[in-house]
């Protein structure tokens, strides 16, 4: 019996029963938006009355379980994940047959007398009824719909139409966080990938707000001049450095540790591909330990190790530029992937009303330099924080948070297995990266359990 | 990880295609065959009868796009029969002399309908329903005819009756029991059902069996035991289905009513699986190992053997009889031991019949514990039924409100403890 399906799940109403008085709003609203009419026995939800110990009203409803039973037993495919992530039945399909109202363990599917027919919350696609009309906010939606919706009336900073590789997650995430951060902004773009993202292809630039594409050593020094005239001129506008992680971690390091420790008013967002990856997939400072690049390559590689670096990949590990920020002692510092926009989201709004500097780390996986499909960017991205190879988390003035917290994480060989870059991986190194992101986590665990890092 | 195996996968339908996906949940990479004799996309035979009764048109019954196989990486042969299974040299053969080599094969080829000896009904043409051809030969006939009558009260005959019901024929149903539905309902549930079916202008004739088929020029004269007579336009043979095992009959692997299966679902040749309606496997209850042909069954012993087929041991909780059945907006589900009368002492039975409304409930309780439920037209959703006979929470709420808010008491049940389920998981989980 899969009691555990509910896991990692993308959309739900999350429901807070000490509110709840059961004065049934939610069952009117939903029998009203699905059958045209207020009587209870058409709503999707149900409120149980609580006895005993224990008094008030639970309102009970499909839970939107990651990995849904009723999809697998319904005879006739009716029930799906949509596009937008919502489990829900197909009408035209649904024979009415009741075996998902059998198989599911939270009594989430009923039938709909009226239609003869399953029935199921379908979180009216995106704008749940029961939520918007719930008198004692019992009620409260949550998911990646949620963040779709907020920001589907913000313009689109970007044009169509990127002259990046297929399925690069830079220019996916560059676009959601100016859609975030909106107009009042003003972006730095250091020599990298991204820098194609702003110039555009033709005579105009694909970016729509005031952008400068710079030196790649200086980026954090040019912004600290601009922040610094913004604000003598009494205007508060976002200063964003979008940087890769050899413009980080490597190059451009000195510039963004001095603005650090002088914490001035920039988010600065790396955007770390793990290598230098526009200029032939060389090493950077990032490159995670045992990963092939073209300059760290293993021993049956054609290609010269420039370095000199013959062998298995990478010998050191990679650079934890969140931490050494961190250190720096500055407001705000996060880690986020395109896997997971909510949580991003949340994070850029934070780093937008902290005063000072922000530092906010993406693991962007690269399909040209890791070697993978440009469609498994999203689940790469995904598979990275499940097996805790890049967990997210934050810090507001030094308080350390894990924001996704992964019950039960996956060995970090589900993750590496997927990529090319790790083709060669044996199992000693395999052991090592195992052991390198097990120490990782575990002073992650440490520092979120202390009051103040710093 | 990565297993480099080469699986076989014969069968096509809920528990080859649940074994696929537990299949790829492990390994992304390992070569899948899928084998089929169907010449497309699958369909589930429960949907049959729906589709005879038009409700669901013929595109909409596939489960799966062909997109599906793309993206789960696997070749899949349309059409192709396979005709025997050698474990020594761990090879399939098909119909048109192929050979397949495997590492590990699972066999999911469900069932197929019994035809009993009747003088004057030969097996090849005696009509049954398995799949959408038959489905399309019965709707065919549907269309001709005004009488049709349908040997087997089971749940397929059931079905098919309200189907050619709902199509405006004349429909008699024969039933060799004294009751309708004999595996899942006891008399009383029974005896609510047929009277809804009767309702509805089906005549149902029990305890009598079709001993002779005479065709006519226009139409079917049938002799029954009892020495009765009808006529009819065509009849559908419904009495029964038996697992699909004639190709390995020969492989040596061991058979009992369906192909003998152990906890991880191996049969007693090490490579070979079977899951589905062709399995016979662990059942819920006691030592027995039973075949169960319900989907809900086939999908949770694809999965298991999947996961064990690319080397992730997992165990089969056992199989557990249910059913459930939509007749003319009424729903009537039987889960567990459901036949029960309570005569045994440590067996207690509440049983509350309303004829007056068509309604029915009963549970059977051994040790304090749900191990089987009955309802017809309440409240109580099925799934909390099965959730509480699987995880064998306290009944003491469900028992003080058998005779009111009995689905409220269901819900609170299971709120409370899958609460602490969820709970008790999570920190395992931490662990």
Redesign the interface.
Known sequence: ?T??G?RLKENYIRIHPEKCTGCNMCLYACALKHTGDTDPAGSRM?I?????EKKGY?P?NCLQCAEP?CT??C????ITRNRNGIVSIND??C?????C???????????D?QA?MSMACDLCNGTPECVRLCPEGALEFNGIENVRLQLENSEDLMSKGVPLCAGCPAEMSLRFILRVLGKNTILYVPPSCATLTITGMGELPSCKIPSVHGFLTNSASFLTGVSRHDRRAGRRISMVVYAGDGGTADVGFQSLSGAAERNENIIYICNDNEGYMNTGVQRSGTTPYAAWTSTTPYAASPIPAATGEVGRGKRQAAKEMPWIMLTHGVPYVATGTVGFLSDLELKLRKAMATEGFSYIHLLNPCPTGWGFLPEKTITLARMAVKTNYFPLWEAENGRVRITVKI??PQPV??YV??IGKYDQLDKEHLQELQRQVDHRYKRLQTAASVDRFF | MVTGKELVIIGNSHAGLAALQSIRDVDPKCSITIITREEAEPYSPTSLAAFIAGEIREENLKLKNLSFYSDMNASILFGRQVEDLNPKEKETTLADGAKLGYDQVLVATGSVPIVPPISGLSKKEALTLRTVEDAKRIMELAKSSKKAVIIGAGLIGMEVAMSLRKRGLDVVLVEKEKRVLPLYFDDDAASIIEGIYREQGIKVIKGNQLIDVEKGVNAQRLSLESGDRIEADFTLVAVGMRPNVEFILNSGIEIGEGVLVNERLQTSAPSVYAAGDVAQAKGFFGDGRIVTPTVLNAVNQGKVAGSNMVGQAKEFEGSLPMNIFNFFGNVAFSIGISLSEGKDEAVKVLKKIDKENQSFRKLVITDGKLVGCTMINQLVEAGLCQAMIRQGWEVDDVVEHFDNDLASAFRRTVINNSGKEMKRQREEEDR
């Open positions: 019996m009691i555990s509910v149900i149980v009355p609580l006895d005993g639970v009970l039973y697998e037993v005879p006739t495919g009716a035209d399909k024979i009415g047959c009741l075996l109202t059998l198989a599911c363990p939270y009594g989430g599917a009923r039938l007398a003869n019950r039960a060989e589900e297995r997927l």
